[in-house]
């Protein structure tokens, strides 16, 4: 199959190491990819956010299936401009990435369909941002309203800093202030073609920057697949009571979900309640569970395009356990500090069970260098937990990145028990 697939990060990385592990002779080709995609296969200079200019390559170049990685395409509309070109793609249409696009609209579908969610009050202005933490009372959740690149969100006792979180973002539309939910949070990838879910392995990752859950959000610092301690039937209360009646309401509003709808849930002392939804592949969590998946990816992402997933059986996985640790730049979040070189990572590769997916890396004749805040995941699998997380931090010490920073409590409490 000719496969197109949209995105320059280790998602993207992740998803097209899992199709070429096939060995079916897939024809893929990224746009624009990054310096670890390019040893893997063909990348082209494409802006992935411009649906014209991708409906035209992929017709031109008869692709025969596109995948989006990234949020910001799906949320200009670049799924629309393909459908109507008649090209296959995996991600969903505008209206339903607003799924991910607005918090404020996630939210309201939440409600229609009837998914348990926490409470949530939307602020415009800095007097209604007030009154509504006034509302909600501490500990604080304030939310960016739109995409954020997984950094608009505060949970803090600290009132003023709150505020301040609020403020900073009303600058560039609205913000949500939700009530606050205790509990293990978990990720749980599910494939829609519109009316049919399908479900992937569930993963917990870590969203802040130091040890311990300490310092601000991240993209997501680390990630471990699957969850033993999830409670039986734990995916199917999550397709019975948010991830169909999701996919239902969007259809009956006449924009059905078309890809992959990322449910953000947290288990509580009253049940499983949805943090966030996010529509595509999340990162760093697809790099834990596609390593595991014994079914053809490629399969899954046609027919979740094509509306075949009803007769498709549920996708398999193997009981091996995966551990991923990201390093990132001095500096990240806030400040990273880019274009220093990367040593050792052949060397990390040649620690069984270990690969690495690239998220913002350049290649010079002196070999990469760091061009972003993340820089790349090491992804291990073993027999068990403490093999692959042995695995991915025996890999991650081989790597040298000045400054280089990365979390060391990775799947550290599912190892302990």
């Given at each position: 199959?000719?496969?197109?697939?949209?995105?320059?990060?280790?998602?993207?990385?992740?998803?097209?190491?899992?199709?070429?592990?096939?060995?079916?002779?897939?024809?893929?080709?990224?746009?624009?990819?990054?310096?670890?995609?390019?040893?893997?296969?063909?990348?082209?200079?494409?802006?992935?956010?411009?649906?014209?200019?991708?409906?035209?390559?992929?017709?031109?170049?008869?692709?025969?299936?596109?995948?989006?990685?990234?949020?910001?395409?799906?949320?200009?509309?670049?799924?629309?401009?393909?459908?109507?070109?008649?090209?296959?793609?995996?991600?969903?249409?505008?209206?339903?990435?607003?799924?991910?696009?607005?918090?404020?609209?996630?939210?309201?579908?939440?409600?229609?369909?009837?998914?348990p969610t926490g409470r949530a009050m939307r602020a415009g202005t800095l007097a209604?941002?007030?009154?509504?933490?006034?509302?909600?009372?501490?500990?604080?959740?304030?939310?960016?309203?739109?995409?954020?690149?997984?950094?608009?969100?505060?949970?803090?006792?600290?009132?003023?800093?709150?505020?301040?979180?609020?403020?900073?973002?009303?600058?560039?539309?609205?913000?949500?202030?939700?009530?606050?939910?205790?509990?293990?949070?978990?990720?749980?990838?599910?494939?829609?073609?519109?009316?049919?879910?399908?479900?992937?392995?569930?993963?917990?990752?870590?969203?802040?920057?130091?040890?311990?859950?300490?310092?601000?959000?991240?993209?997501?610092?680390?990630?471990?697949?699957?969850?033993?301690?999830?409670?039986?039937?734990?995916?199917?209360?999550?397709?019975?009571?948010?991830?169909?009646?999701?996919?239902?309401?969007?259809?009956?509003?006449?924009?059905?979900?078309?890809?992959?709808?990322?449910?953000?849930?947290?288990?509580?002392?009253?049940?499983?309640?949805?943090?966030?939804?996010?529509?595509?592949?999340?990162?760093?969590?697809?790099?834990?569970?596609?390593?595991?998946?014994?079914?053809?990816?490629?399969?899954?992402?046609?027919?979740?395009?094509?509306?075949?997933?009803?007769?498709?059986?549920?996708?398999?996985?193997?009981?091996?356990?995966?551990?991923?640790?990201?390093?990132?730049?001095?500096?990240?979040?806030?400040?990273?500090?880019?274009?220093?070189?990367?040593?050792?990572?052949?060397?990390a590769e040649q620690v069984e069970g270990v690969h690495l997916c690239h998220a913002?890396?350049?290649?010079?004749?002196?070999?990469?260098?760091a061009t972003g805040g993340r820089v790349l995941s090491v992804v291990a699998t073993?027999?068990?937990?403490?093999?692959?997380?042995?695995?991915?931090?025996?890999?991650?010490?081989?790597?040298?990145?000045?400054?280089?920073?990365?979390?060391?409590?990775?799947?550290?409490?599912?190892?302990?028990?």
């Amino acid at each position: 199959m000719r496969i197109l697939v949209l995105g320059s990060g280790a998602r993207e990385h992740a998803i097209i190491t899992a199709l070429l592990r096939e060995g079916a002779g897939h024809e893929i080709t990224a746009a624009p990819g990054n310096a670890g995609i390019a040893q893997l296969v063909e990348t082209v200079a494409l802006d992935p956010t411009k649906g014209a200019v991708v409906a035209d390559y992929a017709v031109d170049n008869d692709v025969e299936l596109v995948v989006i990685g990234p949020e910001a395409p799906l949320v200009e509309g670049v799924a629309d401009a393909l459908r109507q070109r008649g090209i296959a793609t995996f991600g969903p249409g505008k209206q339903a990435a607003q799924l991910e696009g607005s918090k404020a609209f996630a939210k309201r579908i939440m409600d229609a369909a009837g998914v348990p969610t926490g409470r949530a009050m939307r602020a415009g202005t800095l007097a209604e941002a007030d009154a509504a933490l006034d509302a909600m009372g501490a500990p604080y959740v304030v939310k960016a309203d739109g995409l954020a690149a997984g950094k608009g969100v505060i949970v803090t006792d600290d009132r003023a800093a709150a505020r301040a979180h609020a403020e900073h973002y009303l600058q560039q539309g609205g913000v949500l202030v939700e009530e606050f939910l205790a509990g293990q949070e978990v990720s749980l990838f599910l494939l829609s073609d519109g009316s049919t879910v399908l479900p992937l392995s569930p993963a917990q990752d870590y969203k802040r920057i130091g040890d311990g859950d300490t310092g601000p959000n991240t993209g997501g610092m680390g990630a471990y697949s699957p969850l033993p301690w999830a409670a039986p039937g734990f995916v199917d209360e999550v397709i019975e009571t948010i991830a169909q009646p999701t996919a239902r309401q969007l259809a009956e509003e006449g924009t059905p979900f078309i890809g992959l709808l990322y449910c953000g849930l947290i288990v509580t002392e009253r049940g499983i309640r949805v943090i966030e939804f996010n529509a595509r592949f999340g990162d760093p969590e697809t790099q834990v569970v596609l390593p595991r998946l014994v079914t053809p990816l490629s399969g899954l992402l046609f027919a979740a395009a094509t509306g075949q997933l009803a007769g498709t059986p549920r996708p398999e996985f193997s009981d091996d356990a995966a551990v991923t640790v990201v390093l990132a730049s001095e500096g990240y979040p806030d400040s990273p500090h880019t274009g220093r070189p990367l040593f050792g990572l052949d060397e990390a590769e040649q620690v069984e069970g270990v690969h690495l997916c690239h998220a913002a890396t350049a290649r010079t004749d002196e070999g990469f260098v760091a061009t972003g805040g993340r820089v790349l995941s090491v992804v291990a699998t073993g027999s068990d937990f403490a093999e692959a997380r042995a695995r991915a931090y025996e890999a991650i010490g081989r790597i040298g990145l000045e400054g280089g920073q990365y979390r060391t409590d990775i799947a550290a409490r599912v190892v302990e028990g």
